[in-house]
């Protein structure tokens, strides 16, 4: 419920408006045939998503990555070495194919438009279904500078994304 001043508060849903557990959908059926973009799957937390969520469900239609290119390394090559952890060897030996569902998409949350081309942005506008960031910085020597644009800002603009 949205409150005068504009901020958010949560009612816990009574008993009468709860909803039946025979119309609920489970995850697997959820994500079938729908398209996810994700960023942060170079970090700890983005492969952990990444890997359950293409276990999981394996009848998600596509996984779209947003990567920043680093020390001169493509983004393809760096979703190909997220993909060389061990977490992948089980995901890897049920579904041998599971990488020609991800894609690597060229961008950085720090950048307006999160780095990328109105070209691409229109044509992932028009395909996925859900989002998920987990892209952060935990490092503690980082810039505070970078450290809150990457974890506030980078909100702020994958939102803006979103609403597109």
Known sequence: MLTPDKSYEYQMPTPQQSIPSSSLTSVPEYYADKNVFITGVTGFL???????????????????????????????????????????????????????????????????????????????????????HSAATIQIDDHIRMSAEMNSLGVSRMIHFAKA
């Open 46 to 132: 983005g492969k952990a998503t990444i890997e359950k969520l293409l276990r999981s469900c394996p009848k998600v239609k596509g996984v779209y990555c947003l990567i920043r290119p680093k020390k001169g390394q493509p983004v393809e090559e760096r979703l190909k070495d997220v993909f060389k952890a061990q977490l992948f060897e089980k995901l890897r030996s049920e579904q041998p194919d599971f990488e020609t569902k991800v894609h690597a998409i060229q961008g950085d949350v720090l950048e307006d438009g999160l780095g990328m081309s109105e070209e691409v942005k229109k044509s992932l506008v028009k395909i996925i279904h859900i989002i998920i």
